[in-house]
């Protein structure tokens, strides 16, 4: 899952499942990346890791955007 999310530069499963390039129809790799995605401790570690990975990145002048998945309006402010 995370190298598909890196080697493609987006968390959409169509992508992630491009990127593995597995010898099965691409719908079949979406869903069984769907399904993994449901199970509550695959969810902590992926998230957990993915926050480890972006946490290397942001420094005191970064800044962070931050929007709802409901389209509420976007907050921007530098990293504390």
């Known amino acids: ?8 530069q987006s968390v959409r499963l169509t992508e992630v499942s491009r ?3 597995e010898r099965i129809r691409t719908q079949k790799t ?6 993994q995605l449901g199970r509550r401790e695959l969810w902590a570690r992926l998230t957990d890791r993915l926050l480890e990975l972006a946490a290397e990145r942001v420094h005191e002048t970064t800044f962070l955007i931050l929007s709802s998945a409901f389209g509420a309006d976007v907050l921007s402010a530098p990293a504390l």
């Open 19 to 21: 990127a593995l390039d």
């Open 1 to 8: 899952m995370l190298l598909g999310i890196q080697a493609r």
């Open 30 to 35: 979406v869903e069984r990346l769907s399904r």
